[in-house]
Each structure stands twice: as structure tokens, then as C-alpha cells.
């Protein structure tokens, strides 16, 4: 079972308008809109989505981000949707890191 993990640096997010109009989807553009921390917001779904990215084994360059969405669930997790599926991740933030893991099943991927 494939993983991934990806850790950034908060701060280097300054152009987060810019990056939030070029990764996210239409869901998670309007959460953006609406967040506290918007730096953080958008460092956190990049983190999730370049780990998710490592698990499956392909560059950032060979599909759209905006197809991987972080989801929020009521509880407060967290999941990834892509292509109709969910994937397992987590995702935590302290002072000015983000790291974020996902738990890739190729079966699912590929059935």
C-alpha cells in the first residue's frame, strides 16, 4: 500500500489568491473564501495534494490539481476525492509547517 507524505513551509504561500485560483475546486475555492487563515488553507490542500500525488507515483505536471479535492467531513476529518473515490490522508499544521500523509490503495485506483 503506497503513501505519501509532502511538508511545507506556510509562509511561502504570500500569493495564496493566485495559487488557490490554479489548485483548487469549485468546493474548496468557496471554503478558501471563507477561512480564518487563508495562507494556511492553501499550503494545507497543496501539502495533501502533492502527497497524494507522491502516492500514486506521478508529478504535479501530469494531472490538474483542482481534480484532487480535500474533503472535510462534519467531524472535522479529513479525506481525498479523486475521480469519484475517497483516499485515507491526515494533515497537520504547527507554527509555520504543514505536513500532510496519504494512503494510496492502487487496487481501488485501478479497478
Known sequence: MP???DLVTISRFKNHERIAKKILSKK???EYLFA???MQYVASRFCLKEAFL???KTGILDLDLKEIEVVK???GAIHILFRGREYECSLSHELDTCVGVVIYDWYIFWS
Open 28 to 30: 474548496e475555492y468557496n
Open 73 to 75: 467531513e462534519e467531524s
Open 54 to 56: 507522491k502516492s500514486i
Open 36 to 38: 480564518h487563515d487563508k
Open 3 to 5: 503513501v505519501g507524505i
